[in-house]
């Protein structure tokens, strides 16, 4: 049993098929689309977790080398960086174990059970370089200087004791470099070293005491030294150890399940192209089917149409009637019905053009007249426009230059304002210097005249020799008288008294030698302290001309910077009127393009009316050519 469809019913039935093979491609395109939507989620998500392993470690890496130069100021900084890591890192890696795969949750979970031993053996570390000390003047290391300092002032007159002490400073900062049992024992030798010293000259009584001060200061220290350097060995094994383990995990993320997931969605994108392509062409193919069997139905029923549509072409007008042979005419017996319905429609219209093709060609003629007029008006209004344009375009132009000439004028406005702020700069720094020289020279003669007071002592002292040399003079005489009295058995006696005698010459002689070198010492002691003060006067001189200059370059800078803002100021407004001369050229542009268009236009109405002439001779002649039965 056939089925006979209308023309419209197949049309029907072929938007029907591309709909639903539409359809089928959008469907099937969503699916691919979720499944690479899919794969790029996962991507996404390795990339994050990739990241956020990389940015742990950086991280840590970064805190282990700023520990390493931390100061007492930047510690509360450092401290708060290491408490923001470990919040950080408290709730762990976001693992999936879906999406990492049993190998890369290993990785992931060895990373982490090392994460926070690693960070509290770091908390650790630092804690135990505040407690030893973070510079000279805070922790362990500030009690050991204060005692060591005592100990110097005590052993300051005394130079075998001060050199003997230094040796000792020298091997306390050898083991404070080092941390080691080796510098740790030098130490203690050059300590014991120093005792015997002083118990050998019989001073024990007087200094051990500052000594003992001094060792109970170093032994924290040491604790904490060896402590740390312990630490750093261990500390160093976790850092090797996280350090290995989070580039293994990052490896895995990134260069085994990365790549993978970026492999499957560029292989999931490139089947549904293949596919989509392949179903393309199917239904591309299975549509020209179809179609090919509608144009040949559509040809045979539209050979009835033409042969009727022919004659009227030939102009040959009928009042027949299509005969139609059944109750449901198709759409092509429909066509043929309205085609004889056409050809008598016809045949009235052309004998009603007849009589209008007449009336058209005198109203033709009056358009023609009023189409002139406008177009020399046009013509006019054109010419106008061009001239204001052009005037618009020359305001425009000049508004550029004084702009230009105004962004040159704030350009050397703003490089006078640097200049001015750099000089500000360098003199405020040179401002700082002066304040250095002048506490420099100020301590350097606080030391010259401490060093005259003690030159002062160095008298006292040379008093007391040549006291004691005279004494022992005046003994030696009296030995010497002895000696002469006991006779031939004083002699030897008498011997030693002479040499005693000359002994205490000699040291009057020195002592008097000592004296003038010291008077010498203490006349150019107070020529240095003399030239010291004129130096502080005049860096003191230097520095109050520093601040005027200062004060000064300040105002510069800020007047320098007003110039600036009134210089933008003015750029903005001249900027402001250049985009209205602009904006008015454009529109004197358009105005113009307009009028050209108008002008187009009714040149165009001018034309289509001759051409209304001329097709009104044409149209009389073909409906001469129809025949009207």
Excluded: W
């Amino acid at each position: 049993m056939s089925i006979a469809l209308s023309v419209r019913q197949k049309l029907i039935a072929i938007v029907i098929m591309v709909s639903i093979g539409y359809a089928g491609f959008g469907a099937y395109a969503i699916y691919n689309l979720a499944k690479m939507s899919s794969a790029a989620d996962d991507a996404s998500q390795l990339s994050a977790l990739t990241t956020q392993v990389k940015n742990i470690e950086v991280a840590l890496l970064k805190f282990e080398r700023t520990m390493s130069i931390v100061t007492t100021g930047s510690l509360p900084q450092v401290r708060n960086t290491l408490a923001n890591i470990q919040q950080t890192t408290g709730a762990g890696f976001d693992i999936k174990a879906n999406l990492v795969g049993e190998r890369g949750t290993q990785y992931l979970n060895q990373s982490q059970a090392i994460l926070p031993n690693y960070i509290e053996a770091l908390g650790q570390q630092l804690t135990q370089l505040e407690a030893l000390g973070l510079d000279e003047e805070s922790g362990a290391l500030r009690e050991l200087n204060q005692s060591a300092q005592v100990l110097e002032e005590q052993f300051s007159t005394l130079a075998s004791f001060a050199a003997s002490f230094k040796e000792v400073r020298n091997q306390e900062k050898n083991f404070l470099a080092y941390r080691d049992e080796d510098h740790r024992s030098s130490l203690f030798e050059a300590i014991n070293q120093l005792k015997n010293n002083v118990n050998n000259i019989g001073f024990g009584d007087v200094f051990n005491p500052f000594i003992q001060t001094y060792e109970d200061a170093l032994t924290p220290v040491i604790d904490r030294a060896m402590t740390i350097k312990s630490q750093q060995v261990a500390l160093a094994k976790l850092s090797h150890d996280f350090t290995e383990s989070m580039d293994q995990s990052a490896d895995y993320l990134q260069g085994t399940l990365l790549t993978q997931a970026q492999q499957r969605s560029k292989q999931t994108a490139q089947q549904a192209r293949n596919s989509l392509i392949i179903a393309c062409l199917l239904l591309a193919a299975f549509i020209g089917f179809v179609l090919i069997g509608v144009m040949r139905s559509l040809n045979q029923n539209l050979s009835s149409v033409l042969k009727m549509l022919t004659q009227v072409a030939h102009g040959k007008l009928t009042s027949q009637r299509f005969q139609v042979k059944t109750n449901k005419p198709d759409e092509f017996q429909q066509l043929s019905i309205a085609s004889y319905q056409m050809s008598n429609e016809l045949h009235q219209l052309v004998g009603h053009l007849l009589s209008s093709n007449q009336h058209l060609i005198v109203t033709a003629d009056e358009l023609d007249t009023g189409i002139q007029t406008i177009v020399t008006g046009s013509q006019r209004i054109r010419d106008r426009s061009h001239t204001l344009a052009a005037s618009t375009e020359e305001i425009s132009a000049t508004a550029d230059t004084v702009r230009n000439m105004t962004q040159a004028v704030e350009s050397g406005a703003q490089l006078a304002y640097e200049s001015a702020s750099h000089g500000a700069k360098t003199m405020e720094q040179a401002m700082t210097s002066i304040g250095d020289v002048a506490d420099s020279i100020q301590q350097t003669n606080n030391r010259v005249d401490r060093l005259g007071a003690l030159s002062k002592e160095i008298d006292v002292v040379i008093e007391l020799i040549v006291g004691v040399a005279e004494q022992t003079s005046l003994l030696a005489l009296n030995a010497a008288i002895e000696a002469a009295r006991a006779g031939e058995a004083g002699r030897g006696f008498a011997v030693v008294a002479d040499e005693v005698k000359a002994l205490s010459e000699q040291t009057v002689k020195a002592s008097g030698d000592i004296t003038s070198k010291v008077e010498n010492i203490q006349r150019e002691t107070q020529a240095v302290i003399e030239a010291m003060v004129h130096s502080l006067s005049k860096v003191e001189q230097s520095k109050d001309q520093g601040e005027n200059a200062v004060t000064t370059i300040h105002q510069i800078e800020k007047n320098t910077l007003d110039a600036m803002k009134n210089s933008q100021e003015i750029s903005q407004a001249i900027q402001e009127v250049a985009l209205t001369t602009t904006q008015m050229a454009q529109d004197m542009d358009i105005i113009a393009q307009e009028i050209k268009e108008n002008h187009f236009a009714t040149e165009s109405i001018q034309s289509a009316n001759d051409n209304i002439h001329q097709q009104t001779k044409q149209l009389a002649k073909q409906i001469q050519g129809f025949e009207l039965s």
